[in-house]
């Protein structure tokens, strides 16, 4: 699914990417020695902090314990200054797909 949703979002436009190179599947790589949570609740802090240590190339500097409390507020946090940002600058985001009004 998520070859189509970035094909359909454009994500692929300029890219010099054949439209059956982007439709292919991804290729699922399973990591060894992966930090799980224990808590079931809190597997979507855990994904949002995977992700982010992902991108950024951190892996290796992961926590394996969390206070999900604290990375909750945090999160929350900056979503709302990121909000707030583009309401006082104007910010317009630039995806057709996303509302304009919300």
């Keep these: 699914m998520i070859p189509y949703l970035l094909f359909h979002t454009g994500f692929f436009e300029g890219k010099n990417i054949l439209e059956h190179e982007a439709?292919?599947?991804l290729v699922v790589k399973?990591?060894?020695?992966?930090?799980?949570?224990?808590n079931?609740?809190?597997y979507?802090?855990?994904?949002i902090k995977y992700a982010e240590y992902?991108?950024?190339k951190m892996l290796k500097e992961m926590s394996k314990i969390f206070?999900?409390?604290q990375v909750r507020i945090h999160l929350a946090t900056?979503?709302?200054v990121y909000a707030k940002k583009k309401q006082v600058e104007n910010y317009d985001t630039d995806n057709d797909?996303?509302?304009k009004d919300v």
């Design 23 to 25: 439709l292919k599947p």
């Design 40 to 42: 079931d609740g809190d």
């Design 67 to 69: 206070n999900i409390a």
């Design 78 to 80: 900056q979503l709302y």
């Design 30 to 38: 399973m990591v060894p020695k992966l930090p799980q949570r224990k």
């Design 44 to 47: 979507r802090i855990y994904v």
């Design 97 to 99: 797909w996303v509302p």
């Design 54 to 56: 992902f991108i950024n």
